[in-house]
């Protein structure tokens, strides 16, 4: 709740102050004792309000079931206008025009959970009373206004100058109503904006409308710089005068209706001049009770404001355990029932931290029957059986509670932990999970010992363990099922095609390829002899839904299948297994770029298979360092070895949690899989997965390349295949090792290094003798002509043969280095240079402008047939026949 100081701050300016004197704290209390000299007990409070509002005219009615009978959307009843929703919709269908009734209320659960703050405010509750009166079309807010100030002033008799008054800012009608009609200062009504003073059922269609709620200022100045703590909102007036259609546009009621609610508990504070409704009579009744009960030996005695706490919270747990298991709710670990699980286990925690003999609330419950009986009945022609719900949750949770708190110190004194002081999300799951722990509990325990609960790990693991593990298709880890011939049909080539149900093939798709496997029918029911037919692929059609199976070589055997035969299918599990491994290193391997490379990174495609896998992605080239960081990463995140979760949810649910989607495909709103490896990946995919990450360990990045413009692609192998890719390459080793004469595989690289040295440095010897033979070989015949259509100058020589140059690579750069030797020191003419089949041509381009020498040398094999090119400097080529006499050139 946003308080009346934060309002006027917000219309006004942070200047702004109270304009009338607020009395101390201390004359407050005195005021409010001295104008009640009778003490108003909550009785005495709702008993002056249902017979006020039965002598305006309006019809008492009992409270309502906290288990709401027709709204499925409640795990229970939060308000005091619940029951009558139907009658919000429908005005004309109400069994009175003017209701009051005094509603029990239960906010522990759902939207509306106040339990988490139960003992530690001075206002929150799980079980509390709500006074109520609301009108279906009898009156509107003019009669409301001065019905309830009349309340007020005559019943309750607060004074004028302690109360203030909340308006929608655009909402001058009810201004005026209150500053004219009722006579308030207009410096005590405050205009707010919709969000504090606009009510609708939810943001969709239905009816709304403004309401004015009404404050009582505490004076209590401790809370000068906590608004909420000073001024108390105790009424809520609401005028549903509007319909909001399913466009959001609202148009005004044929029948506008009123609601109100008017939170017992704190009125009672303010009648008993209390600033803590736990310090109100009934609740005081309830903890003089826990004064009273035995101490368990040997008892630790706590802190004065801790023991208060401790107090207040069974007492409030107690009056809310007890109203449900009078209606019929049982403790559980589902619905209602896990949360009355939890009322019951955290007071029962409470009790024990008092040192109280258990159990607590069975001992505590004539105190409650002393304090409501008089006013539920139910409380006490139901006690045996509330009762025994509350002794025997409490004897079960006492046994967990040691166990937990066992495991917890365990926790708590880890060495590797204790700097840290966090307590891991799957840690708290395990011991809500398998031994019943609350995860409040858990917290407030933590709490106790300078710990912290790793809270949105444990939110996340608990969504995950509440959604079911559905699959796209049927059958994730069974080997067989039996099924049943939808449709068959034979095709041309011999083979055909097969539709059964259930099928646990998984078809393509994902960029996973299909399941194979095979489909077994018996000859008939006499021989017992089974046939089998290969299944090759699947294919899922475009309803979504429909697997085809590609059956090979049937053409013999085609009579034995037809509609409505019965058959077993077997999926080949080895290669399902290899498909799963890869699709989740896929994921792994996504996570790790995104990681090591950067957000940017995004999926473009990929290919799985059972011995690989293909992934194509958005970046720059990779470096060396990046492949290996993002391959040990992938690594490190397969042998964290967490379970893997794979959810069915709406699309705006997974969105919501932060699920990637692959950019361009389609998906349906009402239904996606999402598959999350805790902490590392969570993605929509209709994939196979494993269960753990373990599996996918070892990964191996063996290439990465450019597949065009900003995107690469990973070729990686994982789990078996990874082993085996390892073992390959060790073979490769063992035998290059052989090769080198290592003994050892770790030999290689320095036996390897050297080989490169000697050949390095017979490379060097090599271009030495090439630089000097090209300046000092004596060519075995030159021919002088021209070539090309400036008619260039050329001289050709022909090289004699060498035995140094007798292979076709060494006379190649034979040739090549003459060419360029004579191009540089006799740029004024064409060089052509022959030894055997190599030749080569050298030409200055800037004594030859306009000519290339790749260009003139295709001239010249024109005459001599052969190939070649080159660019404009240097070009070489290779004759399809040798040069060997002189005589050959003068055909130029």
């Keep these: 709740m946003v308080s009346l100081q934060s309002y006027c701050r917000c219309i006004l300016g942070p200047r702004w102050r109270p304009s009338v004197q607020t ?19 909550a009785s005495e409070i709702r008993r002056r309000y249902t017979d006020y509002f039965v002598r305006n005219g309006h019809s008492l009615l009992g409270s309502a079931d906290i288990v709401p009978k027709s709204d499925p959307s409640l795990l229970f009843t939060n308000a005091g206008m619940v029951p009558f929703k139907q009658f919000f919709l429908h005005p004309h269908t109400a069994p009175h025009k003017m209701i009051t009734t005094v509603q029990k209320c239960i906010r522990a659960g759902g939207k509306h959970n106040d339990l988490d703050q139960v003992g530690y405010t001075p206002r929150h509750h799980t ?41 929608l800012e655009s909402d001058n009608e009810t201004y005026s109503i209150w500053r004219d009609d009722i006579g308030l200062d207009p410096r005590r009504i405050v205009r707010c904006g919709p969000k504090d003073n606009f009510w609708s059922m939810g943001s969709g269609e239905g009816p709304c409308g403004p309401s004015s709620e009404i404050f009582w ?47 017992l508990e704190r009125v009672a504070a303010i009648m008993q001049g209390k600033t803590n409704n736990f310090d109100t009579d009934e609740f005081q009744t309830i903890i003089g009770g826990i004064d009273r009960l035995p101490r368990s030996k040997p008892f630790q005695p706590v802190e004065a404001h801790v023991a208060l706490t401790c107090k207040r919270i069974i007492a409030d747990h107690l009056r809310a355990s007890s109203f449900l298991i009078s209606e019929g709710v049982c403790p559980s670990n589902t619905g209602r029932g896990y949360v009355l699980r939890r009322i019951i286990r955290r007071a029962a925690r409470a009790g024990r931290r008092l040192g109280l ?27 045996d059986h509330i009762v025994g719900v509350l002794e025997s949750e409490e004897r079960v949770f006492e046994k967990a509670l040691d166990k937990g708190m066992v495991l917890l110190e365990g926790i708590f004194f880890k060495a590797e932990k204790n700097a840290a002081k966090i307590l891991s999300g799957a840690d708290a799951f395990m011991l809500y999970d398998t031994h019943g ?12 010992n300078g710990w912290t609960v790793d809270i949105d790990e444990f939110d996340r693991i608990q969504r995950q363990s509440r959604l079911s593990n559905k699959m796209s298709w049927k059958g994730r880890s069974a080997r067989h099922d039996s099924s049943t011939v939808v449709a068959y049909r034979e095709l041309s080539d011999g083979d055909a095609l097969l539709v059964i149900d259930p099928s646990p093939f998984y078809a393509m798709g994902g960029g996973q390829e299909a399941d194979t496997g095979a489909i077994t029918v018996a000859e008939n029911s006499n021989s017992g002899a089974l046939h089998q037919f290969a299944v090759s692929r699947a294919v899922v059609l475009a309803d979504g839904h429909t697997t085809v199976l590609h059956l090979t070589d049937v053409a013999d055997k085609q009579y034995l299948l037809s509609t409505g035969q019965h058959v077993t299918a077997t999926v080949d599990m080895r ?21 090591i490379v950067g957000s940017s990174v995004r999926q473009t495609g990929s290919q799985v298979h059972f011995d690989g896998l293909r992934f194509d992605f958005t970046s720059s080239a990779l470096s060396e360092k990046q492949l290996r960081d993002v391959e040990k990463q992938v690594n490190e995140a397969a042998l964290s070895n967490v379970d893997i979760y794979v959810n069915e949810m709406t699309l705006e649910d997974a969105k919501a949690c932060g699920a990637t989607a692959l950019f361009g495909d389609k998906y349906n709103p009402q239904s996606v899989r999402v598959v999350e490896v ?80 000697k050949a390095k440095a017979e490379q060097e010897e090599v271009e030495q003798w090439l630089r000097f033979a090209a300046a000092n070989v004596q060519p075995m015949a030159t021919h002088a002509t021209a070539l090309g259509k400036q008619c260039a100058p050329t001289l050709i020589q022909v090289l004699p043969q060498s035995e140094r140059f007798m292979t076709a690579s060494s006379s190649a750069q034979l040739v090549a280095a003459r060419a360029s030797h004579l191009r540089d020191s006799e740029p004024h003419f064409v060089h052509v240079v022959v030894q055997g089949k190599a030749i080569a041509l050298g030409m200055s381009p800037e004594n030859f402008p306009g000519m290339q020498a790749g260009k003139l040398l295709r001239e010249l094999l024109c005459t001599f047939p052969g190939k070649g090119g080159g660019a404009s400097a240097l070009a070489q080529g290779v004759l399809e026949n040798a040069v060997t006499d002189i005589a050959q050139l003068k055909s130029l």
């Design 575 to 595: 290669r399902r297994y290899g498909n799963a491994v890869h699709h989740t290193a896929t994921h792994l391997l996504h996570a790790a770029l995104q990681k």
């Design 357 to 383: 003999s258990s159990p607590v609330l069975p001992a505590l419950y004539p105190s409650l029957e002393t304090a409501m009986g008089g006013v539920y009945p139910e409380l006490i022609q139901r006690r």
């Design 23 to 41: 009395p101390p704290p201390s004359r407050v209390l005195q005021t409010a004792r001295k104008r009640n000299l009778s003490n108003m007990s």
């Design 437 to 448: 722990f609350p995860i409040d509990l858990t917290q407030i325990i933590a709490k106790d």
């Design 678 to 757: 805790p902490g590392i990946s969570m993605e929509l995919c209709g994939g196979t997965h494993l269960h753990r990450t373990k599996a996918v360990f070892p990964f191996h990045i063996i290439a990465e390349c450019s597949v065009g413009a900003g995107t690469r692609r990973i070729e990686a192998v994982a789990g078996v295949a990874g082993s085996a890719w390892l073992q390959k390459q060790l073979e490769h080793t063992r035998v290059a090792a052989g090769v080198l004469g290592a003994n050892r595989p770790s030999d290689l690289g320095e036996k390897a290094q050297r080989l490169a040295d």
């Design 127 to 167: 079980f509390f009373e709500m006074l109520g009166n609301f009108s279906f079309g009898a009156y509107g807010k003019r009669e409301i206004i001065r019905i309830a100030w009349r309340f007020i002033q005559d019943e309750l008799q607060i004074p004028e100058k302690l109360l203030r008054v909340t308006v």
């Design 217 to 263: 200022d505490t004076g209590d100045t401790r809370y000068a710089e906590d608004d909420e703590g000073r001024w108390l909102e105790f009424w809520n007036l609401v005028f549903m005068q509007f319909h909001r259609g399913t466009d959001g546009v609202m148009q005004p009621l044929d029948i506008p209706c009123i609601d109100t609610g008017m939170g």
